[in-house]
């Protein structure tokens, strides 16, 4: 059987641009209804369901698994039960990844943990502002960029002395000069 898996991640939380290819005829596609990483509960269906000779179709290792030990957990399992997954974005399946060439391989292994990073920095920002924290860096006090500003017009500072004496640094400074322009 030829099965589809899809999960809603960071860039693509409707699974929209997931197992878009014209080719392939899937008997069942598998699609979890969240993004969180823990209680995968469609890929556990599939995997349960998997028999020898069956293939399985994923847009991307990160689709797939949550880190390099999951990913290899799943191929392991995959291998034994005598199952291939295709990956898309990669052009390799399960059995190609033994002739690929290490810069190959590390090339993909460095796109999947990006996508980890992105995906886990993402949620967790999503979780923050749920508790209703402030996202990015603080802003500083009105009245010191007002300050920064005014000593900035004098021409009697440098930003040097701007910034020991406010805070506010060069770049920081010049974002609201600029501001103030437009």
């Known amino acids: 059987m030829i099965f589809g898996y899809k999960r809603p991640i960071y860039n693509d939380i409707s699974c929209e641009k ?4 014209k080719h392939v005829l899937f008997d069942k596609v598998y699609e979890e209804a969240h993004h969180l990483p823990k209680k995968r509960v469609q890929l556990e269906e599939l995997l349960i369901h998997l028999n020898q000779g069956d293939e399985i179709f994923v847009e991307n290792f ?3 698994a949550d880190s390099t030990l999951h990913l290899m957990e799943i191929l392991n399992i995959c291998e034994k039960d005598d199952v ?3 990956f898309i974005k990669e052009g390799m399946n399960s059995r190609d990844v033994i002739v690929a060439t290490l810069p190959e391989i590390l090339q993909h292994m460095i796109e999947f943990q990006a996508d980890i990073t992105k995906h886990s920095t993402l949620i967790g920002m999503e979780r923050a502002k749920e508790k209703g924290k402030v996202i990015g860096r603080p802003r500083k006090a009105d009245e010191n960029v007002k300050k920064a500003i005014l000593m900035y017009h004098s021409g009697d500072y440098t930003l040097r002395d701007i ?9 920081t400074l010049y974002r609201y000069l600029e501001s103030e322009d437009n």
């Open 18 to 21: 997931q197992l878009t290819i």
């Open 84 to 86: 291939t997954i295709h």
């Open 163 to 171: 910034k020991m004496e406010t805070g506010i640094s060069k770049s």
């Open 62 to 64: 990160f689709i797939l």
